[in-house]
């Protein structure tokens, strides 16, 4: 501060003010010593110990003074054995003892983050003034041991959000349009150590604005396939793609941005690395993350996280994690964890979800402990979920609730699955064998979960004066006591009938049954199923005058029948 107001009143002598542009100072400092002004200057004692991990040093770290620390675990090992000394000094100190000077350290928020950075860059800046209210500041940037110029090195300033890249010569030119007294040029290159350059101007203009918040995302050090997607492959350019691994999770927070298409932003190249309260995409945009409202005409493109709500008549794609509402024509693909709730007419897929996917064709997650599926079409999770309900299947692993399909239910375990067929992998799976009241031989297949189960089967009448020769049955089943030796059973079905030349009937025989079940052995069974049943009069049939016929044992061809019935049968566990 002391600097800043030393410069601001120099410029106000008549001699010097002439030279508004005149380049004042130049320093040149550690980029990663620069922010280390809290938790790596904090003072620690430390004991010495013997074959100890890294894991373990960072976890006393964590345990004594509340550290966090964020690294790429492909360039440190935490299962290493080292041998740690007695210290007492700086944590920024111990750090660099124990780890080694070929890491460099960075303190954002409440982490401390740990990068690989064998390498050291040099870098010469030159001030370029054009009009009183343009600055253009170009330099090179090269490898300080070889001498040989790096290209593709991020050069930014995160206060006035400039940005660009070096070429292959080194070289660059940062634009600066506002009136701003001090530039941090800051440059990072993976496998660099981060530099800056203080650049100061004695342009007549208010200083002491407040500085622009900045985090870091802590998810950044694991595997981040949204480059690798192909909404980043089409949509991002390589430059986006290497100023991300040079800036690693650092990002800055912006009120709004406006873009027509990734390239055309009104953050300009520092786009992808600036977290919007309000962001528009009029075809297409992408952003570092949204924490308000981001609406896109045809695709929005988060690189990390998103939280609040996200409208778009295309494709929303979040990198990160979602916490909030999201709203897609098309899809909604999120790479982390969402809470909250997905909406689309395509296809929802997440990694971790904790809320509702609503979509026209499919949903798709990894886990969903707290977590429903909605879908016209399918549902997927890979490990566990709440409930699924879908137009055609569900495919789930640990399904806790229900698991309701128009076609068919898959998964290692579900208690509650209701559709046609059910491939419950430690369900129901069974096939049966039994002859009713009105001679009727029936193989039924049952399939579902320990507690719910479906029913198809398909029956012939043993009767030639039957004129329902033929009946294919679909049901629903509960098992209500599973002992070692019995059984008890209770179903609900519904029988098609069809003539012996499979005309389908407009007579239809619905039942409820009880369904005592005494095991012989682990796979076979015997049982008597006493039934409650309606049957409406056949085809042709004589019409005779009254009301329902109500009948304790068997039907009646020529009325609406209700009666008593049962059926006895073989049961083989598949």
């Known amino acids: 501060?002391?600097?800043?107001?030393?410069?601001?009143?120099?410029?106000?002598?008549?001699?010097?003010?002439?030279?508004?542009?005149?380049?004042?100072?130049?320093?040149?400092?550690?980029?990663?010593?620069?922010?280390?002004?809290?938790?790596?200057?904090?003072?620690?004692?430390?004991?010495?110990?013997?074959?100890?991990?890294?894991?373990?040093?960072?976890?006393?770290?964590?345990?004594?003074?509340?550290?966090?620390?964020?690294?790429?675990?492909?360039?440190?090992?935490?299962?290493?054995?080292?041998?740690?000394?007695a210290y007492k000094g700086s944590l920024y100190g111990f750090l660099d003892h124990t780890l080694g000077k070929e890491y460099s350290f960075k303190e954002i928020g409440k982490?401390?983050?740990?990068?690989?950075?064998?390498?050291?860059?040099a870098v010469d800046v030159e001030v370029q003034s054009q009009d009183k209210n343009k600055v253009v500041i170009t330099g090179y940037i090269k490898n300080i041991r070889t001498n040989t110029p790096i290209s593709d090195a991020s050069i930014f300033d995160r206060d006035a959000l400039l940005s660009t890249l070096t070429d292959k010569n080194g070289y660059f030119e940062l634009d600066v349009k506002k009136k701003i007294s001090l530039i941090a040029v800051n440059v990072s290159k993976a496998m660099f150590r981060d530099t800056s350059v203080l650049v100061i101007f004695p342009i007549d203009t208010e200083v002491g604005n407040k500085k622009r918040k900045y985090g870091y995302f802590?998810?950044?050090?694991?595997?981040?396939?949204?480059?690798?997607?192909?909404?980043?492959?089409?949509?991002?350019?390589?430059?986006?793609?290497?100023?991300?691994?040079?800036?690693?999770?650092?990002?800055?927070?912006?009120?709004?941005?406006?873009?027509?298409?990734?390239?055309?932003?009104?953050?300009?190249?520092?786009?992808?690395?600036?977290?919007?309260?309000?962001?528009?995409?009029?075809?297409?945009?992408?952003?570092?993350?949204?924490?308000?409202?981001?609406?896109?005409?045809v695709f929005?493109?988060?690189?990390?996280?998103?939280?609040?709500?996200?409208?778009?008549?295309?494709?929303?794609?979040?990198?990160?994690?979602?916490?909030?509402?999201?709203?897609?024509?098309?899809?909604?693909?999120?790479?982390?964890?969402?809470?909250?709730?997905?909406?689309?007419?395509?296809?929802?897929?997440?990694?971790?979800?904790?809320g509702v996917q609503i979509s026209g064709i499919g949903n798709m997650m990894k886990e969903g402990t707290g977590a429903t599926q909605l879908a016209g079409g399918f549902n997927q999770s890979k490990g566990t979920v709440s409930n699924q309900v879908a137009g055609i299947a569900n495919i789930g692993n640990k399904v806790k609730g229900i698991q309701l399909a128009g076609l068919v239910n898959i998964a290692d375990s579900s208690d509650y699955p209701i559709g046609l067929l059910n491939l419950i992998k430690n369900g129901e799976k069974s096939i049966s064998v039994a002859i009713d009241q009105d001679a009727y031989l029936g193989v039924q297949f049952r399939s579902g979960g320990r507690v719910l189960y479906s029913i198809l089967g398909a029956h012939v009448s043993l009767k030639d004066d039957n004129?329902?020769?033929?009946?294919?049955?679909?049901?629903?089943?509960?098992?209500?006591?599973?002992?070692?030796?019995?059984?008890?059973?209770?179903?609900?079905?519904?029988?098609?009938?069809?003539?012996?030349?499979?005309?389908?009937?407009?007579?239809?025989?619905?039942?409820?049954?009880?369904?005592?079940?005494?095991?012989?052995?682990?796979?076979?069974?015997?049982?008597?199923?006493?039934?409650?049943?309606?049957?409406?009069?056949?085809?042709?049939?004589?019409?005779?005058?009254?009301?329902?016929?109500?009948?304790?044992?068997?039907?009646?061809?020529?009325?609406?029948?209700?009666?008593?019935?049962?059926?006895?049968g073989l049961m083989l566990k598949l």
Do not use: C
């Open 1 to 85: 501060m002391f600097l800043v107001k030393f410069i601001n009143h120099i410029t106000k002598i008549p001699l010097l003010k002439k030279f508004s542009y005149l380049f004042i100072f130049l320093v040149l400092f550690s980029f990663s010593k620069a922010d280390a002004q809290q938790q790596l200057a904090t003072h620690i004692q430390i004991p010495a110990y013997s074959n100890m991990t890294v894991a373990q040093i960072f976890q006393v770290l964590n345990e004594k003074h509340g550290t966090l620390f964020s690294f790429n675990s492909n360039i440190l090992q935490t299962d290493s054995v080292i041998q740690v000394s």
């Open 111 to 121: 982490h401390i983050i740990i990068q690989y950075t064998p390498q050291r860059m």
């Open 218 to 297: 802590t998810g950044y050090e694991q595997d981040n396939g949204f480059y690798r997607s192909f909404f980043g492959r089409v949509f991002l350019s390589p430059a986006q793609s290497i100023q991300n691994m040079n800036l690693g999770g650092l990002f800055l927070y912006s009120p709004y941005q406006i873009s027509m298409t990734p390239g055309l932003s009104s953050h300009g190249f520092i786009r992808s690395q600036i977290v919007n309260k309000f962001s528009i995409n009029i075809l297409g945009g992408s952003t570092a993350g949204v924490k308000g409202l981001e609406i896109g005409g």
């Open 300 to 354: 929005n493109l988060n690189q990390y996280d998103m939280e609040g709500v996200q409208l778009v008549g295309g494709f929303n794609v979040v990198g990160g994690d979602v916490n909030g509402v999201q709203v897609a024509g098309i899809s909604n693909q999120v790479f982390g964890d969402v809470k909250g709730v997905q909406l689309t007419g395509g296809l929802n897929k997440a990694d971790t979800v904790k």
């Open 467 to 568: 004129t329902a020769r033929y009946a294919f049955e679909a049901g629903l089943g509960a098992i209500f006591l599973h002992g070692s030796r019995f059984m008890l059973r209770a179903e609900i079905s519904s029988r098609n009938q069809f003539t012996d030349k499979f005309k389908l009937l407009s007579n239809n025989h619905s039942s409820f049954r009880l369904i005592p079940e005494l095991r012989l052995n682990k796979k076979l069974s015997v049982f008597v199923a006493p039934s409650f049943n309606y049957v409406s009069k056949e085809d042709d049939a004589v019409t005779q005058a009254g009301k329902t016929l109500w009948k304790v044992w068997g039907r009646d061809k020529n009325r609406n029948s209700l009666f008593g019935g049962g059926a006895v």
